[in-house]
């Protein structure tokens, strides 16, 4: 099955800096990859999602790069602000016809310090 | 609209006792989730229903049980519940027939069993 890497696990960054959480996965088959947002004590939402035939998105001052031959993706927030503050989770879907598998990552807490 | 509604929010337990969680959405959506959250371990998918009238196991399905009583609810029983299953349960659903595979979450029922 799917097995979805994430690193690092914590992350602390200064107001104004920028973050960036890498993600690897196994299945090559998988060809749906979206970004989700925790903040303490929420539910999951999503923020950003990216294509397996796109390499790259962004959305104001997040952004998602897609590796597919590495199978690797990585989530870019610029110019951090506190409400940044979150844990943020990778998955890798595939997602064909009726069939839909997702596996998500471990998660990164990210703290952005004022 | 009131998109994925999950009760009860909190519930505590003794080993042994049995209980349901309750979820429910209006959004029409096929595909709905349950998933646990512990810390360090991520999002585990527990079961999931496809469709009506289907459901099959995920990562972690021990203990639990399952039901899809139509296609706005999906309740998960815990039959004997151990302090294992302690942990924050997420409801989710999905519209299957979309190409996005974003997950729409409820907000979480915390459950502490002693």
């Known amino acids: 099955g799917e097995n979805v890497e994430q690193h690092p696990s914590t992350l602390s960054v200064q107001e104004g800096d920028s973050a960036v959480i890498k993600c690897t996965y196994s299945?090559?088959?998988?060809?749906?990859f979206p970004w989700y947002k925790q903040e303490l004590g929420k539910r999951p939402q999503l923020i950003i999602d990216?294509?397996?035939?796109?390499g790259e998105k962004k959305d104001q001052r997040i952004a998602v790069t897609l590796n597919k031959t590495a199978k690797h993706f990585s989530l870019h927030i610029t110019e951090t602000q506190p409400e940044d503050s979150a844990v943020y989770f990778c998955?890798?879907?595939?997602?064909?016809?009726?069939?839909?598998?997702?596996?998500f990552g471990k998660g990164t807490l990210l703290t952005v310090n004022p | 609209n009131a998109g994925v509604t999950q009760t009860p929010k909190f519930q505590v337990l003794k080993t042994g006792q049995s209980m349901t969680l309750q979820c429910a959405q209006d959004?029409?959506?096929?595909?709905m989730y349950w998933y646990r959250q512990d810390p360090g371990m991520g999002l585990r998918l527990i079961y999931y229903?496809?469709?009506?009238?289907?459901?099959d196991k995920g990562e972690v399905p021990n203990g639990y049980n399952v039901s899809r009583l139509n296609k706005r609810e999906f309740s998960l029983r815990l039959e004997s519940a151990a302090p294992s299953q302690t942990s924050v349960y997420f409801c989710?659903?999905?519209?299957?027939?979309?190409?996005?595979?974003?997950?729409?979450f409820g907000e979480g029922s915390r459950l502490t069993v002693l």
């Open positions: 989710a659903s999905r519209n299957g027939g979309a190409r996005t595979g974003e997950l729409f």
């Open positions: 299945d090559s088959a998988s060809n749906y």
């Open positions: 990216i294509r397996s035939n796109v």
């Open positions: 998955a890798a879907i595939y997602s064909g016809g009726s069939n839909y598998k997702l596996t």
């Open positions: 959004m029409n959506h096929n595909s």
């Open positions: 229903s496809a469709s009506e009238g289907t459901t």
